[in-house]
């Protein structure tokens, strides 16, 4: 009798053991998917036009290491990337 308790109990653990790992494998591989998406190109929104700013240079700046941009031509209305982070846009005065 403690001998089939014990049996039962074991296989409870390995069906346990298995569910639980499978759980993770799934979990782990959703993230997995999921952190990889925003390394895909974005699909281009319409054929690039020139870009025209009446009002000085169009220009994109990362607000981490301070690179700018200067945007000349516009595929699409997503801001470029630098640093892991979108560029943000501002229209610098001519001098
Ligand atoms: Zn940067």
Not at 1 to 23: P, S
């Amino acid at each position: 009798m403690l001998l089939v308790a014990a049996h039962y109990l074991l296989d409870v653990t390995w069906g346990l053991r298995a569910a639980v790992g499978l759980l993770l494998a799934t979990v782990v591989l959703r993230w997995g998917i999921a952190s990889i998406r925003p390394l895909q190109a974005g699909a281009k929104t319409y054929e690039p036009v020139d870009v025209v700013e009446p009002d000085g240079v169009p220009v994109y700046s990362c607000k981490e290491c301070g690179t700018q941009v200067v945007l000349l031509r516009r595929g699409s209305d997503k801001a470029p990337r630098h640093c892991g982070e979108a560029m943000a846009f501002t229209v610098v005065p001519e001098s």
